[in-house]
C-alpha cells in the first residue's frame, strides 16, 4: 500500500466519523474509498465481511452480551455492584474501584482468558449507569465522559484480573 | 401512516422476530455442542458450522433495525451545541449510508455468485445460502434508511422554517 492510499483510508474514515456517521459505515466507506483508489475489485469488501464472521471463537461476542442482559434481568450484577460499592466505594477515585472491584468475580468466572473484557462492557458498565445507585445525585449517567471512563475502568479491570495470578 | 412506515414495520417485526428465534437455535447449538464435547468427548461437528451460519444471519438481520433506531455506535462530536449542524450532518450521514448500502447489495450479489461453489465442510451447505444475508440485509437497510433521511430532511426544514419564522403546521 501507498501513502496516498494509506492517507485516503485514514482520511476517509476520520472525516466521517467526524460527520457522526456511523462507524460500522464509516470503516466500510473508508475501505470502499482506498480499494477504489487501489483497483481491487469491490466483491472482496463483501467475502471480508463474510469471512471475519466466519469463525467460531467470534461466537462468544453474542453469548457474553446474551449473558451480560441475563445478568442485568436477574439483578446479578446490581448485586455485584452493591457489594462491590459496599467494599471500595467510599475509597476516593470510587467509581473506578467500584468497576474494578464489580468486574472480578464476572473476570474470575469466565473460562476464556482474553473474553474476559467482554462481560464487563456488556453487563457491568450497562448496569452502573442505568442503577448507578453508588454514585453522587447527579446525573452522571447521561454523561459521555462517564460513560468512557466506566468502560474503560472496566477493560483495564478486566486486564488487571487476567494478569494476576489465581 | 405512510407507506413506507407500515413497509419498514413489517420488515423490523420479521427481523426480531427471526433474530430472536436465530439467537434460541444458536444458544441451543453452542450449548449442545460444549456439553457434548466436554462431558461426553464428543464434538459435535456440524453444530459449529451451523452456529456461525446463525451467527452471520442474526448480524445481518439484526442490523437493518439497528439502522432504523440508529443504534449503530457514532461520535458526536457538537452534540447539541449547534442543532443546525447537527441536522445538516444527519442528512449527509443518511446519504454516506446508502453508498455502502449500494456496495453491499451489488457486490453482495456479485459474491453471492461465486459462493453458490462453495461449501462448508462439515453441513455441506452452499455457502451462498449465508451470503445471501448480506444483500438481503442492504436491501432492507434501504428502506430503513429511506424513512431516516425524510425524518432527517422533514426536522431539517421545520428547523429552517422556524428560524424564518415561518409556522411549521
Redesign the interface.
Known sequence: MNDTALMLLLGVFFITIFLKLPICFALGLASVSTMLYLGIPLANIINIMYASLDSYPFLAVPLFMLVGSLMNGGGITDRLMNVSSAWVGHIRGGLGHVNVGGCQPTCRFSGVKVSRALPSFSGLSHTSFSSSRFLVARPFHRSGCFRFASSMTSFLASRIAADSPR | MSYLKIINNIFEYLCKFLVGSL?AL??MS?VAHVFLRSVFSYPLSWA?DG??ML??W??FLG?PVA?RY?M???????GDKVPRL?YV??V??DL??Y??LY??IV??I??LK??HSMYYSYLYIR?SY??VS?PLSGFIMFFMNTENLIVDLRALTARSLLEDGGDVL
Do not use: E, K, P, S
Open positions: 439467537l444458536f444458544t453452542i459449529q452456529a456461525v451467527f452471520i442474526m448480524v442490523a439502522l440508529r449503530h455506535f457514532a461520535i458526536d462530536l457538537f447537527g450532518l444527519n449527509v450521514c454516506l449510508v453508498l455502502f456496495v453491499m457486490y453482495g456479485d459474491f461465486i459462493a455457502q449465508v451470503v448480506i
